[in-house]
C-alpha cells in the first residue's frame, strides 16, 4: 500500500539517502538552509522539497498542513534534522547550546505532535527518529549534541508505549560515523583516529542507514516499536 512518507533534512546526507529509499511512496522533504540544494534535488528525484524551521513548532504545523494538502496525510516521519556546534562546556556559549538542542531535540517533539494526531485516527504511523552513536556513549566538545541525541532515545521510547495501541509505532537509528558532509566537517587527524576505532575499518553510508529505515517504516514492521537500532560498524555494542 502506498503511503505518505516525510523526511526532514531530507535534501542531503542520510536525510536524502532514505527519501530516495521511500520512493515507492509518496514522498516529501523538508530542508532549511540550502534552497539551491533543495531545487537540484526535487529536479533529480520529482521529489517535493518544503522550507520550514523544525525548531519552530508553528513552522512545523504549517508545513504538516501544506504536506498534507499537496499529497496527503503523513503515514510515516522520519526524524532527521540535525546540527553540531561543537565546543568544550567550559567555553560553550548558550547560543551554541540551545540552538543544538531546539533543532535536534526540540524538533522531534514539534514534528511528531504536528503529526500523531491525524496517524492515531488513522490507526496508523511510522515515526522514524534519528540519534546518535553520541547520543550513547557521549564525545568531548559535544555535550549539546550528544544530550540532544540521548534525549531523542528517552522521547522515542515514551512515545513508543503512548502510541502502540494505535498502531502508530516509534523507532530510533543511532548511527554511528557515516561519510556525509557533516563528518567530513571533522578535522583529519581526529576522523583518522575515529575510523580506527570502528572495527569494520571505515566510515558508515547513508545507504546502509537508508535500509533500517525502510524496514522500520514498512507495514509488517509492526510488532517493533520502542526499539534502537545501531549501525556504527561495531564501534559501540550494547
Not at 553540531?84 to 538542542?101: F, G, I, Y
Not at 517533539?109 to 515515526?127: L, P, T, Y
Amino acid at each position: 500500500m502506498q503511503r505518505t512518507a516525510l523526511v526532514t533534512g531530507g535534501t542531503r546526507g542520510i536525510g536524502r539517502a532514505i527519501a530516495l529509499r521511500e520512493a515507492g511512496h509518496r514522498v516529501a522533504v523538508a530542508y532549511l538552509r540550502d534552497g539551491e540544494m533543495a531545487r537540484r534535488f526535487t529536479e533529480s528525484t520529482s521529489i517535493p522539497a518544503y522550507r520550514w524551521n523544525v525548531a519552530d513548532f508553528h513552522a512545523c504545523r504549517h508545513g504538516v498542513l501544506e504536506v498534507t494538502h499537496d499529497i496527503g496525510p503523513v503515514d510515516i516521519l522520519v526524524n532527521n534534522a540535525g546540527v553540531t556546534a561543537d565546543a568544550m562546556l567550559h567555553r560553550m556559549t548558550p547560543e551554541q547550546w540551545m540552538n543544538v538542542v531546539q533543532i535536534n531535540l526540540g524538533s522531534i517533539f514539534n514534528m511528531s505532535r504536528n503529526v500523531i494526531e491525524s496517524m492515531r485516527q488513522r490507526h496508523f504511523g511510522r515515526i522514524i527518529n534519528i540519534s546518535s552513536i553520541n547520543g550513547q556513549q557521549g564525545q568531548l566538545g559535544q555535550t549539546n549534541y550528544a544530550a540532544s541525541k540521548a534525549g531523542v532515545l528517552g522521547f522515542t521510547k515514551a512515545l513508543a508505549r503512548e502510541s502502540a495501541s494505535a498502531n502508530v509505532t516509534v523507532n530510533a537509528i543511532a548511527p554511528g560515523y557515516c561519510d556525509t558532509d557533516m563528518v567530513a566537517g571533522i578535522a583529519s587527524d581526529i576522523l583518522h583516529n575515529i575510523v580506527a576505532s570502528i572495527p569494520v575499518g571505515r566510515l558508515g553510508l547513508p545507504a546502509e542507514v537508508d535500509r533500517v529505515a525502510a524496514f522500520l517504516a514498512a507495514e509488517d514492521a509492526a510488532y517493533i516499536t520502542g526499539a534502537t537500532v545501531d549501525v556504527n560498524g561495531g564501534q559501540s555494542m550494547r
